[in-house]
């Protein structure tokens, strides 16, 4: 949410569900009585959905009475309720005589002080709240009400917890809020003032576990102080002054051992807190009873568990140092046989340098990588270079952290710890590879200027002594040319390229050499997608690509997908992923996760692209790897708007764009393409020329020098439509008469095609049958069809029916496996023309129809706001398990995430089978 504890301007982030549940009780306007009970931990945000309620319901005309609880008026009797009707105070005395006296007297308004009579004053309410609602439906807000039965009166309770308070435990309708979802808490960062990126995000996300509150303050928190996600890298973020003084003054009134007890359970995760049980004194369960009662923890047999991430902040630092160092080393004398965790408790007490502690931590960085993953191996070596007394070690440590930190794709990070190391150290081989690393930083957050300056001399400088990283060097460099896709980054890779084909260099050991072939051909493909294609692919074919490592194999994926050899990329490329374990590493591999989804796209796997792009956008959302977010919106924005969603399209598009600040030429290239397929899904062509008109300038030269050519038979079919037939005739001349070598048989084929529309009509059969003869074309099915639906139509027009329908037919069917409805559409409107009768296109309730009966009722219980927790629990499934459904059904709907699931549930117009059994 936007806020936990006040009404949002904005809208609300993840609370779909629970707001149109609120709103159900006021719109319509009730009829009769209505009673909810709104639970969650403290930080979920009951205060800010009542709030939006009570507004909806204002807009609606219902008469709005609420009440806060305050803690000071704890003890004071009837002071909510005095609160609670101060707005209609007036119309007390319209009371019968008894009920009125005993209400005035209640609230202290009585001319004579009269004894309180709760009963009487009940009855006072309950006539009050009747009367009003006589006039309009009245909701009432409150922590403290009785049942009204007849009357339209709705009762509002939010209670902080997960049960209802005593005196409304009767079976009461209940909605209970749970922590936000990771896309949700994502984007209610976004909305913040100062949205976090890289590793403060993630540090933030992490430690919040979906808390609203906990969201909002440690982000407020963090943005007063950027530095305090280094500083912080072994412990809790902390909180504002003003909240930790307010949590503080609470903590205070504990015993000395709960204090104690609290401190050593912030201070020992998950991982430590069984042994730190056994090991230290201070964890006995009856010290953290009175923290308990206050709802500070919960305590079960899994542990102890702080209610709120903001306590937990906290208790760590309200406490002096000194003794959270000596709760650190406590808790690691407790911890025998695990040295990982031993070495990151000493360190986290540790005042001074101290090298034997710094080798202990750098020694067990890759136990903690097996354990805990790549990140945290990373936070290790940097908290250990951050011990050591020696400035080169220091620097030796930075790097190696660095190159741990790489493939979780946290570039700002990255470039941190290299530039750090460059400050620390003059040894020559050190500072180029911390300089790569910089570079690489740099690629990955769309710096294309200044990763080219970085990338490009390290290359060349590497040449003579590391033949491997200079390879390695340069074809980052001719990623960022690619992406970039400008001429002089371009050129200035090819003569990199030609320097170390041509030096004098120490030839790489037998083992690199594959390695080094698969970046090379990497480097002339991405930088000359047409040049020398034929010798380039045979020597791909020739790679021993089993021997090479998920960086290099992904190399000769992207290879492939440039060279337009569509199935071999999706080989290689899925063959690259399956190496990768790590989730978070998965998915900031931009080598291949942008290169296989696309792929899958252009071979009509469109579920599957769909699949990439969903996994890797919930993986690296709000990250630094922003071309591969935006490379996955777009992917998504592609299929959408060819299957007829152009909204959602055109939303991912900007989306894409915004992440994008440098303006890559092909995310513009690609963005463009997609709202011109958006544009001619709605038969809107005057616009879809426009769009794909900028593919290319005025003399024909590509905006992009690969992705421009993907949309050359699009524009000539906008084109043809919006009756530009004469002027892209001789666009198309000249964008032919351009093309930097020879056009590979995809390219062929969109260049038949887009001839075949714009041609003089004595010569389109000509084109159309040259584009048909090939059976390569196939390789491409969504392009095939488009062929075949342009063939047929001219078939149709020139009276050749019985040759027009298996043309039309063959179109139609492929249009049908990919869900392009809007094409189609069309071609069910040519076959009808030719006489053939066609079957209506399938109905939205019929996509659910592609589903299983259990992956049914996962997306009907996700489109109406369940958490996959919730719906594990409800349908006797592990969470593994429903992710698992959805991933694999999100693909088949045509969607990208949950976001879009209740439209589409309700486009289709039913729920799932009986929510019993299988």
């Given at each position: 949410?936007?806020?936990?504890?006040?009404?949002?301007?904005?809208r609300l982030?993840?609370r779909d569900?629970e707001?149109?549940?609120?709103?159900?009780?006021v719109?319509?306007?009730?009829d009769?009585?209505?009673?909810?009970?709104?639970l969650?931990?403290?930080?979920?945000?009951k205060?800010a959905?009542?709030?939006?309620?009570?507004?909806?319901?204002?807009?609606a005309?219902?008469?709005?009475?609420s009440?806060?609880?305050?803690?000071?008026?704890?003890?004071?009797a009837?002071?909510?309720?005095r609160?609670?009707l101060?707005?209609?105070?007036?119309?007390?005395?319209?009371l019968?005589?008894?009920?009125?006296?005993?209400l005035l007297?209640?609230?202290g308004?009585a001319?004579d002080?009269?004894?309180?009579?709760?009963?009487?004053t009940?009855?006072a309410?309950l006539?009050?709240l009747s009367?009003?609602s006589?006039?309009?439906p009245?909701?009432?807000?409150?922590d403290?009400?009785?049942?009204?039965?007849?009357?339209?009166?709705v009762?509002?309770?939010?209670?902080?917890?997960?049960?209802p308070?005593?005196?409304?435990?009767?079976?009461?309708p209940?909605l209970h809020l749970?922590?936000?979802?990771?896309?949700?808490?994502?984007?209610?960062?976004?909305?913040q003032p100062?949205?976090?990126?890289?590793r403060a995000?993630?540090?933030?996300?992490?430690?919040?576990v979906?808390?609203?509150?906990?969201?909002?303050?440690?982000?407020?928190?963090?943005?007063?102080?950027p530095?305090?996600?280094?500083r912080w890298?072994?412990?809790?973020?902390?909180?504002?002054?003003?909240l930790t003084?307010?949590?503080?003054?609470q903590?205070?009134t504990?015993p000395?051992?709960?204090?104690?007890?609290?401190l050593l359970?912030?201070i020992?995760?998950?991982a430590d807190l069984?042994a730190?049980?056994i090991?230290?004194s201070?964890?006995?369960?009856?010290a953290?009873?009175?923290?308990e009662r206050?709802?500070?923890?919960?305590?079960?047999?899994?542990?102890?568990?702080f209610t709120?991430?903001?306590?937990?902040?906290a208790?760590?630092?309200?406490?002096p140092?000194?003794?959270?160092?000596?709760a650190?080393r406590?808790v690691?004398?407790?911890?025998?046989?695990?040295?990982?965790r031993?070495?990151?408790?000493?360190?986290?007490?540790?005042v001074?340098?101290?090298?034997?502690?710094?080798?202990?931590?750098?020694a067990?960085?890759?136990q903690?990588?097996?354990?805990c993953?790549?990140?945290?191996a990373?936070?290790?070596l940097?908290?250990?270079?951050?011990?050591s007394?020696?400035?080169?070690?220091?620097?030796q440590?930075?790097?190696?952290?660095?190159?741990?930190?790489?493939?979780t794709?946290q570039?700002?990070?990255?470039?941190?710890?290299?530039i750090?190391?460059?400050?620390?150290?003059r040894e020559?081989?050190?500072?180029?590879?911390?300089?790569?690393l910089?570079?690489?930083a740099l690629a990955?957050s769309?710096?294309?200027?200044?990763?080219?300056s970085?990338?490009?001399p390290v290359?060349?400088?590497?040449?003579?002594?590391?033949?491997?990283g200079?390879?390695?060097?340069?074809?980052f460099?001719?990623?960022?040319a690619y992406k970039?896709?400008?001429?002089e980054g371009?050129?200035?890779?090819r003569?990199?390229?030609a320097?170390?084909?041509?030096s004098?260099q120490?030839?790489?050991d037998?083992?690199?050499q594959?390695?080094?072939?698969?970046?090379r051909?990497?480097?002339r493909?991405?930088?000359g997608?047409?040049?020398?294609r034929?010798e380039?692919?045979?020597?791909?074919?020739?790679?021993?690509h089993?021997?090479l490592g998920e960086?290099y194999?992904?190399?000769a994926?992207?290879?492939?997908w440039i060279l337009?050899?569509?199935d071999?990329?999706v080989?290689l490329l899925?063959a690259?992923r399956?190496?990768?374990?790590?989730?978070?590493v998965?998915?900031a591999?931009g080598?291949?996760?942008?290169?296989?989804?696309?792929a899958?796209?252009d071979?009509g796997?469109?579920?599957?692209?769909?699949?990439?792009?969903a996994?890797t956008d919930?993986?690296?959302?709000?990250?630094?790897?922003?071309?591969?977010s935006?490379s996955?919106d777009?992917?998504?924005?592609?299929i959408l708007a060819?299957?007829?969603?152009?909204n959602?399209a055109?939303?991912?598009?900007?989306?894409a764009l915004?992440?994008?600040?440098?303006?890559?030429r092909s995310?513009i290239a690609?963005a463009?393409?997609a709202?011109?397929?958006?544009?001619?899904a709605?038969?809107d062509?005057?616009?879809a020329?426009?769009?794909l008109?900028?593919?290319?300038t005025?003399?024909?030269?590509?905006w992009?020098?690969?992705?421009?050519?993907l949309?050359?038979?699009?524009?000539a079919?906008?084109?043809?439509?919006?009756e530009?037939r004469i002027?892209a005739?001789?666009?198309l001349?000249r964008i032919q008469?351009?093309?930097?070598?020879?056009?590979?048989p995809?390219?062929?084929?969109?260049?038949?095609?887009?001839?075949?529309?714009l041609a003089d009509?004595?010569?389109?059969?000509?084109?159309?049958?040259?584009?048909?003869s090939?059976?390569?074309?196939?390789l491409?099915p969504f392009?095939?069809?488009?062929l075949y639906l342009?063939y047929?139509?001219?078939l149709r027009r020139?009276?050749?029916i019985?040759?027009?329908?298996?043309?039309?037919?063959?179109a139609l069917?492929?249009?049908?496996q990919?869900?392009a409805r809007?094409?189609?559409?069309r071609?069910?409107?040519?076959?009808?023309?030719?006489g053939?009768?066609?079957?209506?296109v399938?109905?939205?309730?019929?996509v659910?129809?592609?589903l299983?009966s259990?992956?049914r009722?996962i997306?009907?219980?996700?489109a109406q706001?369940?958490?996959n927790?919730?719906i594990?629990d409800r349908?006797?499934l592990?969470?593994?398990t429903?992710?698992?459904?959805?991933?694999r059904?999100?693909p088949?709907l045509g969607?990208?995430?949950?976001h879009?699931?209740?439209?589409l549930?309700?486009?289709?117009g039913?729920g799932p089978?009986?929510?019993h059994?299988?």
């Amino acid at each position: 949410m936007t806020s936990a504890d006040q009404p949002s301007r904005h809208r609300l982030v993840g609370r779909d569900a629970e707001l149109a549940r609120l709103r159900a009780l006021v719109d319509p306007v009730p009829d009769k009585s209505r009673v909810l009970v709104v639970l969650g931990e403290a930080g979920m945000g009951k205060t800010a959905l009542v709030a939006e309620v009570a507004k909806w319901a204002s807009g609606a005309g219902v008469r709005v009475l609420s009440v806060t609880g305050r803690e000071p008026e704890s003890n004071l009797a009837f002071a909510g309720l005095r609160q609670l009707l101060r707005p209609v105070l007036a119309q007390i005395p319209g009371l019968p005589v008894r009920q009125a006296s005993a209400l005035l007297g209640a609230l202290g308004l009585a001319p004579d002080p009269v004894a309180p009579d709760r009963l009487m004053t009940c009855m006072a309410v309950l006539t009050l709240l009747s009367d009003l609602s006589a006039a309009s439906p009245v909701l009432v807000i409150v922590d403290d009400a009785h049942r009204l039965d007849t009357e339209p009166v709705v009762l509002l309770l939010g209670v902080c917890g997960i049960a209802p308070p005593a005196g409304f435990d009767w079976g009461l309708p209940e909605l209970h809020l749970k922590p936000l979802p990771a896309p949700e808490a994502g984007r209610l960062l976004d909305q913040q003032p100062r949205p976090l990126r890289g590793r403060a995000r993630r540090q933030v996300l992490a430690q919040a576990v979906g808390n609203p509150m906990a969201l909002i303050e440690l982000a407020r928190a963090v943005a007063a102080d950027p530095d305090a996600g280094r500083r912080w890298g072994t412990g809790p973020l902390p909180l504002t002054d003003r909240l930790t003084d307010v949590i503080a003054a609470q903590l205070a009134t504990l015993p000395a051992t709960t204090q104690h007890a609290l401190l050593l359970a912030a201070i020992a995760d998950s991982a430590d807190l069984a042994a730190a049980a056994i090991g230290t004194s201070g964890l006995e369960p009856g010290a953290l009873v009175p923290a308990e009662r206050l709802g500070l923890i919960k305590v079960d047999t899994s542990g102890v568990r702080f209610t709120n991430p903001l306590v937990y902040s906290a208790v760590y630092h309200s406490t002096p140092f000194a003794m959270r160092a000596a709760a650190h080393r406590e808790v690691a004398a407790a911890l025998y046989g695990q040295p990982d965790r031993q070495a990151w408790h000493l360190a986290a007490a540790a005042v001074t340098p101290d090298e034997n502690l710094a080798s202990l931590l750098a020694a067990t960085a890759s136990q903690v990588q097996r354990r805990c993953g790549a990140s945290t191996a990373a936070q290790t070596l940097e908290r250990a270079a951050e011990l050591s007394p020696d400035l080169d070690m220091q620097a030796q440590r930075l790097v190696s952290a660095a190159m741990v930190a790489a493939p979780t794709g946290q570039a700002e990070w990255v470039h941190d710890l290299a530039i750090r190391a460059l400050v620390l150290t003059r040894e020559p081989d050190l500072r180029l590879f911390a300089r790569q690393l910089a570079g690489w930083a740099l690629a990955w957050s769309n710096q294309h200027a200044d990763a080219l300056s970085a990338l490009i001399p390290v290359a060349r400088e590497a040449a003579g002594f590391d033949p491997l990283g200079a390879w390695d060097a340069l074809a980052f460099a001719a990623s960022v040319a690619y992406k970039s896709g400008e001429p002089e980054g371009v050129q200035a890779v090819r003569e990199t390229l030609a320097l170390l084909n041509d030096s004098a260099q120490r030839a790489p050991d037998r083992a690199q050499q594959p390695a080094v072939e698969a970046l090379r051909l990497w480097i002339r493909t991405s930088t000359g997608p047409y040049r020398d294609r034929t010798e380039i692919l045979t020597r791909l074919k020739q790679g021993a690509h089993a021997s090479l490592g998920e960086h290099y194999l992904s190399r000769a994926g992207a290879t492939a997908w440039i060279l337009d050899r569509s199935d071999l990329a999706v080989s290689l490329l899925q063959a690259a992923r399956s190496l990768l374990q790590e989730p978070a590493v998965r998915a900031a591999s931009g080598g291949s996760v942008s290169p296989l989804g696309w792929a899958c796209l252009d071979v009509g796997r469109w579920d599957d692209a769909l699949k990439v792009a969903a996994e890797t956008d919930d993986l690296v959302a709000g990250g630094q790897m922003d071309i591969v977010s935006a490379s996955a919106d777009l992917i998504t924005a592609t299929i959408l708007a060819v299957r007829g969603e152009g909204n959602a399209a055109r939303a991912r598009i900007s989306r894409a764009l915004a992440s994008d600040p440098e303006e890559s030429r092909s995310v513009i290239a690609r963005a463009r393409h997609a709202l011109g397929l958006a544009a001619l899904a709605d038969a809107d062509y005057p616009t879809a020329y426009g769009q794909l008109r900028q593919l290319f300038t005025d003399d024909g030269a590509a905006w992009h020098y690969h992705v421009s050519y993907l949309g050359v038979a699009d524009l000539a079919a906008a084109a043809a439509r919006a009756e530009r037939r004469i002027e892209a005739r001789a666009l198309l001349e000249r964008i032919q008469a351009r093309i930097d070598g020879t056009p590979s048989p995809r390219l062929d084929q969109l260049l038949d095609r887009a001839w075949g529309l714009l041609a003089d009509p004595s010569s389109l059969d000509t084109y159309f049958e040259k584009a048909l003869s090939d059976p390569a074309g196939d390789l491409w099915p969504f392009e095939r069809a488009q062929l075949y639906l342009d063939y047929g139509e001219w078939l149709r027009r020139h009276r050749r029916i019985n040759d027009a329908k298996p043309v039309l037919t063959a179109a139609l069917e492929v249009f049908r496996q990919l869900h392009a409805r809007p094409w189609v559409q069309r071609a069910e409107a040519e076959l009808r023309a030719c006489g053939v009768a066609v079957p209506d296109v399938p109905t939205a309730p019929d996509v659910l129809g592609r589903l299983t009966s259990r992956q049914r009722k996962i997306i009907y219980l996700a489109a109406q706001g369940h958490t996959n927790r919730e719906i594990a629990d409800r349908l006797f499934l592990s969470q593994r398990t429903v992710a698992s459904h959805l991933y694999r059904s999100y693909p088949k709907l045509g969607v990208s995430g949950r976001h879009q699931l209740h439209d589409l549930i309700a486009r289709a117009g039913q729920g799932p089978e009986a929510q019993h059994g299988d």
